[in-house]
C-alpha cells in the first residue's frame, strides 16, 4: 500500500490497488487508520445496500414503486468512499449511490418515502424514484444527466472556497460512461486549474447501461485521464472497501488541508442491470458477470476478513442482517402506508403568486380527488 | 380476501407483457416475495416475485398469452376477510378495454367527461370573456371546447351548430335496393373477391374527389425500342411489355410530383408523402380485377420490373398471390393491353392518391413540323383524388411521364 501512494502518478494511474484480496486475506497490514468500529460500521452500510436494493427491486415488479436502479454488487465503493468524508462534506450523486447518503446520515425512511414519492418525500413526489435528497447531510439530488455530477461538486468546491468556507470537502461520484462526456472533461480542467477541495469518483462498473468499457475508451485506464489535467489519480479495486476507504481517505484529507483535487477509479462490476428497465443478458456474456458476483463479491471477502480478525463472528453477523432486514421492512411498510402529497404541492414552488390557470387547474383536479 | 394483482408497468412506459413461465399453480400456497412468474415486455425479461402471501385463486393469463399493464394477472385469496381489492401499479396504469378486466371489481375511474378540454389560448379568451367553459357545448375534436364555441356562446350566435356543419362528414342514408324477378335470370352470390372490389371501389368512390385527366402520348420510339429489346429479354427468358416502362416513367412523375404518391390520414388530419415506392399493377384475375403490387419499383431495373410484374400477373391469374403482394402500394397502373379503348375514369386504389389508366397503341396520323406523318399514339388517363392534390399536379404529372415515354433513353439516363 505505501508502494503504490510513493510511486509515481502515472503508475498510480494504471496500477491497482489492493488491500484485501478476494479471498479475504489482507495484503500486508491493515491501515491503521481502519479500526474495528470503522470496518463494523461499514460492513452494516453495505449490507444495508445488499438487503434493501433486493427489497426494492421486488416492490418495483410487484408495481409497488415506479422504478429502481440497484447498486449490488458495488456496496464497496459506495460505503468506502463514503466512510471516508467527514460530517459536514458534501456528496453529489450519480444514480447508485443513495448508499452513500445512507451512510453519510440519511435516515432510510427519507430515501423509502422518495422511491414513493409520498408526502414524507423531501421532494415532494416530482422526481422519479432513486433521486432521494437530504439538506441535514448535504446529500444532493442526483442529476439524471450522465456525467453533470462532475461539473455541480467541481462547482460547489469552487464556491466554498471563493466563500472561505474551508475545511469542506466535496464528492462527485460518476460512472465510467460519464467520462466520456463533455462535463466530465470541463470540470476536471477546473478542478485542475483552480484546485477546489474535491474528490470525483468514478465507478467504473464497466457497463454504461450497454456500453462496455472497451467501446467507452481506449484509453490504458479511466484514471489516467486525469493526470492530462493536472489531477493527481488513483485506481482502485472497487470491490475491495479497505483499498476504497484508504484512497478515499488521502483524498479528502489531502483537498481538505488545501492540496487541491483528486479523482479515483474504482474498478468494479454492475452484476445486476443497469435498472428496472433493463435486460442485459440481451447484450453482454453473463458467465463474466457470474465470476464477479461470486469470485469476487465485496461482501463475501470483508465477511471472510472480520471474521478471521474476529471482529464480526457469524453470529454477530446474522444477528445483524437480521437487524437490518427488519428495518427495511418496517420503513417500507412505514412508508408505504404514508399519505400521498398533497394535492396543491403539484402546482407550488414554481410561481412566486400561483397563475390563474395553475388555480383553475387545481380546481378542477379537486372536483375529481 | 382475494387480491387482484395486476400487471404493473415493469418497464419505463411499458404497455404489455407476455406471460413467459408460471412458477406457481391454482392451488399452490405462496410465500410474500416468492419467485411467481416470467414476464417478457418490450425491454426485458423479469421475474416478478408473489407481492402478498396466500393460496393461489386464479390465474387470469396463461403462459405465452400477453398481459396488459393494469390488467389483472393472477388472484391471490389471503385467507383474511374482506372485500377484494385491486392493487395495482401506483403510477398511471392504464386500464385495458377488455371484457375480463371489465367484470372484475375495480375502482371508479375518474370520467374524463367531467373535465373541459380546452387548449390554453381559448382558456384564456374564455376567461376575459367571463364565460364557465363548463357551461360551452363542445365542437372540437375528442369534445374539445374550441375558441369559436367560446365566442359563440358568448355573443349568444349558436358557433356550435355552424362548426358542426363543417366537421361531421354527410351522411349518406342507404336503403338496400331489391331486384324483383321479371324474367329468364340467374342470381349468383355477391361475396368473395365481387363483394370486396364493390365495397373498396364504393369508398374510393364515396370518398376521394375524382378528377380524370388525358393526354395523347407519341410513343413511337419506345415502339422501337421495346422491338429491339424484347428478343433480349426472351434470351433471357423475359416477356418483356410496354409495363416497365410504363412504371418507369411514372415513378419519375411521382418524384417531381409526391402528391401523387401519396395518402389522406383523415384521423390524424395528416397528409402522408410517401418516399417509397411500391407501384400496383391491375390485372384481371379469375374471380375479378385485383392489383399486384411490385415493391421498391424504383430501385428495380426494367427487366427485373419485367419479371416481377409478369410473376405478380401469373401468381392473381392462378388464384396464388398471397395477401401482402395485393396491399401497401402507393400509386397504380390499370392497363388493359391491346384492347386499351380511347379514354377511361380510372377509380383509385383508396387510400392512394391517384391512379393511371394505359391506352391502346395505335398508328395514327399526327401533325410534325407541318407534315402529316404516320406515328405510334397512344392515351393516358389518371384520376386524381382532388383532396390530395389539384388538377395542376395531375396534369403536370402526366406531363413528366409523356416526357420519358417519348423519350425514353432519358429513363436510363436516371436509372439507379
Same mark, same amino acid.
Given at each position: 500500500m505505501t508502494s503504490y501512494f510513493a510511486g509515481d502518478e502515472l503508475a498510480r494511474a494504471t496500477g491497482?490497488?489492493? =488491500?484485501?484480496?478476494?479471498?479475504?486475506?489482507?495484503?500486508?497490514?491493515?491501515?491503521r487508520t481502519i479500526d474495528r468500529d470503522l470496518a463494523v460500521r461499514m460492513y452494516r452500510g453495505m449490507l444495508l445496500i445488499r438487503i434493501m436494493d433486493e427489497r426494492l427491486l421486488a416492490l418495483q415488479r410487484q408495481g409497488r414503486i415506479g422504478f429502481y436502479g440497484e447498486a449490488r454488487g458495488q456496496e464497496a465503493a459506495i460505503v468506502g468512499s463514503a466512510a471516508a468524508l467527514a460530517e459536514g462534506d458534501w456528496i453529489v450523486p450519480a444514480l447508485r449511490e443513495?448508499?452513500?447518503?445512507?451512510?453519510?446520515?440519511?435516515?432510510?425512511r427519507q430515501y423509502i418515502a422518495q422511491l414513493y414519492g409520498n408526502a414524507n418525500d423531501a421532494g415532494k413526489g416530482r422526481q422519479l424514484p432513486c433521486h432521494p435528497c437530504d439538506r441535514a447531510v448535504n446529500y444532493v439530488v442526483m442529476s439524471s444527466c450522465i456525467a453533470t455530477q462532475a461539473p455541480h461538486a467541481v462547482g460547489i468546491a469552487m464556491a466554498m472556497?471563493?466563500?472561505?468556507?474551508?475545511? &469542506?470537502?466535496?464528492?462527485?461520484?460518476?460512472?465510467?460512461?460519464?467520462?466520456?462526456?463533455?462535463?466530465?472533461?470541463?470540470?476536471?480542467?477546473?478542478?485542475?486549474?483552480?484546485?477546489?477541495?474535491?474528490?470525483?469518483?468514478?465507478?467504473?462498473?464497466?457497463?454504461?447501461?450497454?456500453?462496455?468499457?472497451?467501446?467507452?475508451t481506449a484509453s490504458q485506464t479511466i484514471a489516467v485521464k486525469g493526470i492530462a489535467y493536472g489531477v493527481d489519480s488513483f485506481r482502485v479495486d472497487g470491490n475491495d472497501v479497505f483499498a476504497v476507504y484508504e484512497a478515499t481517505?488521502?483524498?479528502?484529507?489531502?483537498?481538505?488541508?488545501?492540496?487541491?483535487?483528486?479523482?479515483i477509479e474504482a474498478l468494479t462490476y454492475r452484476i445486476g442491470a443497469h435498472s428496472s428497465s433493463d435486460d442485459p443478458s440481451r447484450y453482454r456474456d453473463e458467465s463474466i458477470t457470474l465470476e464477479w458476483k461470486t469470485g469476487k463479491d465485496p461482501l463475501a471477502r470483508f465477511r471472510t476478513f472480520l471474521a478471521a480478525r474476529g471482529w464480526l463472528d457469524d453470529g454477530a453477523e446474522a444477528a445483524l442482517a437480521e437487524a437490518v432486514e427488519a428495518e427495511v421492512r418496517a420503513a417500507i411498510a412505514a412508508e408505504e402506508a404514508a399519505p400521498l402529497p398533497p394535492l396543491a404541492s403539484l402546482v407550488e414552488d414554481v410561481y412566486e403568486r400561483l397563475p390563474w390557470h395553475l388555480t383553475e387547474q387545481l380546481e378542477e383536479l379537486r372536483k375529481e380527488h | 380476501m382475494a387480491f387482484e394483482f395486476k400487471l404493473p408497468d415493469i418497464g419505463e412506459g411499458v404497455v404489455e407483457g407476455e406471460v413467459v413461465k408460471w412458477k406457481v399453480a391454482e392451488g399452490d400456497t405462496v410465500k410474500m416475495d416468492q419467485p411467481m412468474v416470467e414476464i417478457m415486455t418490450d425491454k426485458a425479461t423479469v421475474e416478478i416475485p408473489a407481492p402478498k402471501a396466500g393460496r393461489v385463486a386464479r390465474i387470469m393469463v396463461p403462459e405465452g398469452k400477453i398481459c396488459l399493464v393494469g390488467q389483472v394477472l393472477i388472484v391471490i385469496d389471503d385467507a383474511t376477510n374482506g372485500k377484494a381489492v385491486a392493487v395495482a401499479a401506483p403510477t398511471l396504469a392504464p386500464q385495458p378495454a377488455t371484457a375480463a378486466t371489465?367484470?372484475?371489481?375495480?375502482?371508479?375511474?375518474?370520467?374524463?367527461?367531467?373535465?373541459?378540454?380546452?387548449?390554453p389560448a381559448?382558456?384564456? !379568451?374564455?376567461?376575459?370573456?367571463?364565460?364557465?367553459?363548463?357551461?360551452?357545448?363542445?365542437?372540437?375534436?375528442?369534445?374539445?371546447?374550441?375558441?369559436?364555441? /367560446?365566442?359563440?356562446?358568448?355573443?349568444?350566435?349558436?358557433?356550435?351548430?355552424?362548426?358542426?356543419?363543417?366537421?361531421?362528414?354527410?351522411?349518406?342514408?342507404?336503403?338496400?335496393?331489391t331486384v324483383v324477378s321479371i324474367g329468364n335470370e340467374e342470381?349468383?352470390?355477391?361475396?368473395?373477391?365481387?363483394?370486396?372490389?364493390?365495397?373498396?371501389? %364504393?369508398?374510393? &368512390?364515396?370518398?376521394?374527389?375524382?378528377?380524370?385527366? /388525358?393526354?395523347? =402520348?407519341?410513343?413511337?420510339?419506345?415502339?422501337?425500342?421495346?422491338?429491339?429489346?424484347?428478343?433480349?429479354?426472351?434470351?433471357?427468358?423475359?416477356?418483356?411489355?410496354?409495363?416497365?416502362?410504363?412504371?418507369?416513367? %411514372?415513378?419519375?412523375?411521382?418524384?417531381?410530383?409526391?402528391?401523387?404518391?401519396?395518402?389522406?390520414?383523415?384521423?390524424?388530419?395528416? !397528409?402522408?408523402? &410517401?418516399?417509397?415506392?411500391?407501384?400496383? /399493377?391491375?390485372?384481371?384475375?379469375?374471380?375479378?380485377?385485383?392489383?399486384?403490387v411490385v415493391r421498391d419499383a424504383d430501385k428495380k431495373s426494367i427487366f427485373d420490373l419485367a419479371r416481377e410484374v409478369e410473376r405478380l400477373a401469373e401468381a392473381i391469374r392462378t388464384g396464388k398471390a398471397a395477401r401482402d403482394e395485393l396491399v401497401g402500394g402507393t400509386f397504380t397502373i390499370s392497363s388493359l393491353g391491346q384492347l386499351g379503348g380511347v379514354l377511361a375514369t380510372p377509380i383509385?386504389?383508396?387510400?392512394?392518391?391517384? =391512379?393511371?389508366?394505359?391506352?391502346?397503341?395505335?398508328?395514327?396520323?399526327?401533325?410534325?413540323?407541318?407534315? =402529316?406523318? !404516320?406515328?405510334?399514339?397512344?392515351?393516358?388517363?389518371? %384520376?386524381?383524388?382532388?383532396? !390530395?392534390?389539384?388538377?395542376?399536379?395531375?396534369?403536370?404529372?402526366?406531363?413528366?411521364?409523356?416526357?420519358?415515354?417519348?423519350?425514353?433513353?432519358?429513363?436510363?439516363?436516371?436509372?439507379?
Open positions: 491497482l490497488l489492493e =488491500i484485501l484480496r478476494p479471498d479475504g486475506s489482507a495484503v500486508g497490514e491493515v491501515p443513495a448508499g452513500a447518503g445512507l451512510y453519510a446520515g440519511m435516515p432510510l472556497k471563493i466563500a472561505g468556507d474551508a475545511g &469542506k470537502v466535496v464528492i462527485g461520484y460518476v460512472g465510467d460512461g460519464a467520462t466520456s462526456e463533455p462535463d466530465f472533461h470541463v470540470a476536471m480542467n477546473f478542478a485542475g486549474v483552480f484546485r477546489p477541495p474535491v474528490v470525483l469518483f468514478c465507478q467504473n462498473n464497466q457497463w454504461a447501461i450497454s456500453t462496455p468499457g472497451k467501446l467507452q481517505r488521502r483524498a479528502v484529507d489531502r483537498a481538505r488541508a488545501g492540496d487541491g483535487p483528486t479523482f | 371489465a367484470a372484475t371489481t375495480r375502482a371508479p375511474e375518474p370520467s374524463l367527461l367531467r373535465r373541459v378540454l380546452a387548449t381559448t382558456r384564456k !379568451i374564455a376567461r376575459e370573456l367571463g364565460v364557465d367553459l363548463g357551461r360551452v357545448p363542445a365542437t372540437g375534436r375528442n369534445g374539445r371546447v374550441t375558441t369559436a364555441d /367560446v365566442r359563440g356562446h358568448h355573443t349568444g350566435v349558436g358557433a356550435s351548430r355552424l362548426a358542426t356543419t363543417i366537421t361531421t362528414r354527410p351522411v349518406v342514408q342507404e336503403t338496400p335496393v342470381r349468383i352470390p355477391f361475396r368473395g373477391v365481387r363483394k370486396a372490389i364493390a365495397a373498396n371501389l %364504393s369508398r374510393s &368512390k364515396l370518398t376521394a374527389a375524382h378528377f380524370t385527366y /388525358v393526354e395523347e =402520348i407519341d410513343v413511337t420510339e419506345l415502339v422501337a425500342l421495346r422491338a429491339r429489346a424484347k428478343d433480349r429479354a426472351a434470351e433471357r427468358g423475359i416477356k418483356l411489355s410496354y409495363l416497365p416502362f410504363l412504371i418507369r416513367a %411514372s415513378i419519375a412523375g411521382l418524384r417531381k410530383w409526391p402528391s401523387l404518391n401519396s395518402s389522406l390520414d383523415e384521423e390524424k388530419q395528416e !397528409i402522408v408523402q &410517401k418516399h417509397y415506392y411500391h407501384i400496383g /399493377v391491375a390485372t384481371q384475375g379469375p374471380q375479378g380485377l385485383s392489383v399486384g383509385i386504389n383508396f387510400p392512394e392518391a391517384a =391512379i393511371m389508366g394505359v391506352h391502346k397503341i395505335a398508328e395514327k396520323p399526327a401533325v410534325r413540323g407541318g407534315q =402529316i406523318v !404516320i406515328r405510334q399514339l397512344m392515351n393516358l388517363s389518371i %384520376s386524381v383524388d382532388h383532396r !390530395i392534390a389539384d388538377g395542376y399536379d395531375g396534369a403536370m404529372f402526366l406531363q413528366e411521364v409523356k416526357t420519358y415515354l417519348e423519350d425514353p433513353t432519358l429513363m436510363f439516363l436516371e436509372m439507379v
